[in-house]
């Protein structure tokens, strides 16, 4: 302890006041319950799959791999809260619509084809185009028709699953090519799980988005004060529709990788709550639900932190339909550490206490 | 002002028509409806006529009661169609059966909501229907409307799920047994003579008949059997992924096991993923054995394959028996019974047939 605790006050204010703060304090708290647990829960083997591929396989893997769509849902939502100051509750049943329309056209509308009907790329782009449609439905509600997020949004969780259903006639196709399943599983030789590849990518192509474009500021702006980044010439509407649209592009490559898994998927449950999780992941981040400045990063990391989370309570034997009740005990504790009243009071105690500030921590 | 107003009604308009086609009650009252909704939603109810037409599950044998200008009015009530395979094969069922070809005049209804249910069979009862059918989304809160049906002289047959009234209040139900589903798989599972039986148990929604049923008999043995062992019981809530996340947990903790039962086909299919991710082998005569339930057809493929060992039927076709009962009933005869149960099989691997497929795959 050689620094003076004026230096130290600052850095502690700089530590606390950054915005990755909540979700890494809460990945290490993690951590460590589970290594005092198990110290195995950190070991990863390298094994094969019954393909006799190489694979890697442990708890973090597990992380890794069954958080990728959530971290890709959680880019398009931080967008969507940070423009609109609103969720959209849809996503599951948007993924169910994009999912459901690429195995119609990877099966060709016959429920057990023998091969592809279509190349696996036009699938995936039909896909995209289906979730950026509905995206582009929930944005024109939320941008031009100025319905709160929520409600417009409401319209595709309570109506998406039975469109799901109807692209393919109520049926369930399976996807009787390998190839396609090694978007959700391994691609031969390669033993890191192919989602975390396709998370990666989504990640650098939001970062150039966001070092390239205006992107980030416009949204920002729209979401920190409508009209006066309307007389700045921003066009608000414009900047909301299109961050309903990049998450339905979200969805959509989470759709892929959620079909891909079991080569078919069950409209009624596909991706069920996933919503709650995306916005979870968004407000773990230490976004602001009602819109405005945002930190990316923080939020995909909030998806890590949630897929932590969960892994962790099925490693303990929870109940699985008692996860929900965890996961309300972290909303709950992070709405009140994020309330005005709360801050204002551990900034006072954080002033008092600031030699001891560990105990604060 | 104005144009604040008009573009809420304009959107609320469009969110109610996207509303009514999707979730709720699919009432299929042919004149008044069709004209208000939006094409998506025209197309689903288009799609439903002509769904009567094509399904080829039942061969249309039944032309026996045909004209005489006099049809049988039906009211259906049903779960959505897009619950699960079942449930479309139930419905693709019930509509090969009650049809004008057969001689009834049937009108269809559906939602997984009770209350919606209430007020479709209220809106049968006004209709004066014959016969009111009824797979109840919940078992509570029906008496009240089963006695206005009574009075009305509409005769209600249950299928499907049964409920907590008085049986006086029904003229029969059809049911499947899930007790003496889950009895037969375990029966089957204990015929294969592990030396350790170390299970993963994925359940259904917790509280429905089915995992109730498939459930309990499992969990009599393993309380009954030093041998038996529940490795990890879990509701997957008859998703597939969760099943697959599950088994994946089980299989990271490094906890040997030798048998996933679960109790549908979806999350068989979940947790063998997870099995073969980890190059675990399984099915006939390998490291663990896979049980499902539902007779999917792909679940039965994968049991002449031999990926899996074992799948519980749950009989979703029911129409037959209603038929058989109305026609009794129609011509003055009375029921033996009230409680009618459907018969099942259960399939095994090593003796399941390509015929077999055919026939009981859903």
């Known amino acids: 302890m050689s620094k003076t605790a004026n230096k130290d006050e600052s850095f502690f204010k700089k530590l606390v006041g950054n915005q990755l703060f909540i979700p890494i304090l809460a990945l290490l708290l993690l951590a460590v319950i589970n290594l005092i647990n198990d110290p195995g829960f950190f070991k990863i083997t390298l094994g094969t799959n019954n393909a006799g591929n190489p694979v890697l396989s442990g708890y973090l893997v597990t992380i890794l791999d069954y958080g990728s769509e959530l971290g890709i849902l959680a880019i398009g939502m931080t967008l969507v809260t940070a ?23 990877l099966c060709g509308g016959t429920s057990r ?15 995209c185009v289906v979730g950026m449609l509905c995206g582009a439905f929930n944005g024109m509600l939320v941008a031009v028709f100025k319905i709160q997020p929520m409600i417009a949004t409401l319209i595709l969780f309570t109506a998406g699953r039975s469109i799901a259903a109807w692209i393919n006639n109520n049926e369930l196709p399976i996807v009787p090519d390998p190839k396609f399943a090694y ?26 988005v966001l070092k390239f474009t205006n992107l980030g500021l416009y949204t920002q ?41 079991l080569s078919t998927i069950n409209y009624s449950v596909i991706a069920k709550d996933i919503e709650m999780d995306a916005i979870l992941a968004v407000a773990l981040g230490g976004n602001a639900l009602s819109g405005g400045k945002f930190n990316m990063w923080a939020s995909i990391l909030g998806a890590y932190v949630i897929q932590f989370l969960t892994t962790t309570l099925y490693k303990f034997n929870v109940q699985s339909d008692a996860l929900a009740a965890y996961k309300a005990v972290v909303v709950i504790v992070l709405v009140v550490f994020s309330a005005p009243t709360v801050r204002d009071y551990m900034k006072q105690l954080t002033k008092k206490v600031a030699p001891a500030k560990k105990e604060v921590a | 002002m104005k144009r604040k107003v008009l ?61 005489s200008g006099d049809l049988i009015k039906v009211g259906i009530i049903n779960n959505d169609p897009n619950e699960s395979g079942y449930r479309t094969a139930n419905d693709a069922d019930l509509k090969a059966m009650f049809n004008e070809a057969n001689g009834y005049d049937a009108k269809f209804a559906y939602s997984l909501k009770n209350d919606e249910q209430i007020t479709a069979a209220q809106g049968f009862i006004q ?63 204990a015929g294969q003579g592990l030396d350790e039986y170390n299970i993963i148990h994925i ?87 896979v049980m499902g339930y539902d007779c999917n057809k792909w679940a039965l493929e994968e049991l002449l394959a031999q990926n899996w060992n074992y799948d519980g ?12 009962i109305i026609k009794t009933l129609e011509s003055g005869g009375t029921l033996s019974e009230k409680t009618i149960i459907m018969d099942e099989k259960g399939f095994d691997a090593t003796t399941i047939t390509q015929d077999d497929v055919d026939k009981y795959g859903i």
């Open chain 1, 113 to 127: 084809p023998t091969e592809l009907a279509a190349p696996i790329i036009v699938a995936f782009l039909v896909a």
């Open chain 2, 127 to 189: 209709d004066e229907v014959d016969y009111l059918l009824l797979s109840a989304a919940d078992t509570a809160g029906w008496d009240s409307v089963l006695q206005d049906a009574q009075a009305a002289g509409v005769k209600v047959i249950l299928f499907d799920r049964t409920i907590d009234a008085d049986p006086s209040l029904y003229e029969a139900s059809i049911v499947s047994d899930m007790a003496k589903e889950g009895e037969m798989a375990v029966e089957w599972l």
């Open chain 2, 203 to 289: 359940q259904g929604v917790m509280g429905s008949a089915a995992q109730q049923g498939r459930s309990g008999a499992l969990s009599d043995k393993v309380d009954a059997e030093a041998s038996w062992n529940l490795v990890t019981q879990q509701t997957a809530e008859w998703n597939a992924e969760k099943a697959q996340q599950i088994v994946q947990s089980v299989i990271d903790a490094g906890t040997p096991f030798n048998v996933i039962y679960a109790e549908n086909d979806d999350m068989a299919k979940g947790a063998v993923a997870a099995l073969d991710a980890a190059g675990i082998s399984h099915g006939v005569g390998k490291d663990v054995i």
């Open chain 2, 313 to 324: 039927q749950c009989n979703p076709f029911q129409a037959s028996y209603i038929d058989e």
């Open chain 1, 183 to 208: 978007f959700g599983s391994f691609i031969p030789g390669i033993p890191v799980p192919t989602t975390v590849f396709i998370v990666i990518a989504c990640i650098i192509v939001i970062a150039l």
């Open chain 1, 221 to 261: 702006a729209v979401g920190i004060n409508e009209n006066s980044s309307r007389l700045n010439g921003i066009n608000p509407t414009f900047i909301k529709f299109l961050s309903f649209v990049i998450l339905g592009l979200c969805v959509a490559v989470a759709a892929l990788i959620k079909v891909s898994r």
């Open chain 1, 83 to 105: 423009a609109s100051g609103g969720q959209d509750i849809s996503v599951g049943a948007t993924i169910a619509i994009a999912g459901s329309a690429m195995l119609r056209v």
């Open chain 2, 7 to 67: 573009s809420m009604v304009m959107a609320s308009a469009m969110a109610l028509s996207l509303v009514a086609c999707g979730g709720g009650a699919k009432q299929e009252a042919p004149a008044e409806s069709a004209a208000t909704e939006t094409p998506a939603a025209e197309e689903t109810t288009t799609e439903e006529p002509a769904a009567e037409e094509t399904t080829t599950e039942e061969p249309a044998a039944e032309e026996t009661t045909a004209a």
